[in-house]
T-cell receptor, first 114, second 114 residues
Framework: AQSVTQLDSHVSVSEGTPVLLRCNYS??????LFWYVQHPNKGLQLLLK??????LVKGINGFEAEFKKSETSFHLTKPSAHMSDAAEYFC????????????FGKGTKLSVKP | KAGVTQTPRYLIKTRGQQVTLSCSPISGHRSVSWYQQTPGQGLQFLFE???????NKGNFPGRFSGRQFSNSRSEMNVSTLELGDSALYLCASSWTQSRTDTQYFGPGTRLTVL
């Protein structure tokens, strides 16, 4: 069965410093992995996705993630945090086989201090 | 292109009532999935519809049901509401049901059960 574990429930950074949100996954298949962001009282927005192409995936707003099969990790990074990055971030794996339902991590709340 | 729309955005119901939520996918998308988001359980998959057929179902009781119409619009219904059904219900659409397809989320319907 597929699963994801987000290692930090809350991360706090200062504006202009790097962001690292950690995610480990478990999958019997070659996984499809996604990072979504949710701003308060909003729906989910896709940041980036990995589907077995390049292991370093670039997303929107300067975010990127690296797929590391040996470590079963898919950490999300950004070189320099902006106040508008404050939100909740979800690491997601797509269920196996031909079905596309998503399995979500518990989320990491990112706070950005001025 | 218009995004995923969900109506209504907010609902207040009392225990024992039933409720119907609506989702209009992005034009051309044929797959619609529903998710429940609560503070305790996080984001959980409810069900997925493709070409008017339920293709996959999450671990929810039979009180939760849905359907998809020929224009790909979808509705979900919850009967005999319980306090624990209070949640944000998110709808997502994609071109196909493939696990590599990106799912685009609507803003959600916030259901409060009193």
């Amino acid at each position: 069965a597929q699963s994801v574990t987000q290692l930090d429930s809350h991360v706090s950074v200062s504006e202009g410093t790097p962001v690292l949100l950690r995610c480990n996954y478990s999958s019997s298949y070659s996984p499809s992995l996604f990072w979504y962001v949710q701003h308060p009282n909003k729906g989910l927005q896709l940041l980036l996705k990995y589907t077995s192409a390049a292991t370093l995936v670039k997303g929107i707003n300067g975010f990127e993630a690296e797929f590391k099969k040996s470590e079963t990790s898919f950490h999300l990074t950004k070189p320099s945090a902006h106040m508008s990055d404050a939100a909740e971030y979800f690491c997601v794996v797509s269920d196996g086989g031909s079905q596309g339902n998503l399995i979500f991590g518990k989320g990491t709340k990112l706070s950005v201090k001025p | 292109k218009a995004g995923v729309t969900q109506t209504p955005r907010y609902l207040i119901k009392t225990r024992g009532q039933q409720v119907t939520l609506s989702c209009s996918p992005i034009s051309g998308h044929r797959s619609v999935s529903w998710y429940q988001q609560t503070p305790g359980q996080g984001l959980q998959f409810l069900f997925e519809y493709f070409s008017e057929t339920q293709r996959n179902k999450g671990n929810f009781p039979g009180r939760f049901s849905g359907r998809q119409f020929s224009n790909s619009r979808s509705e979900m219904n919850v009967s005999t509401l319980e306090l624990g059904d209070s949640a944000l219900y998110l709808c997502a659409s994609s071109w196909t049901q493939s696990r590599t397809d990106t799912q685009y989320f609507g803003p959600g319907t916030r259901l409060t059960v009193l």
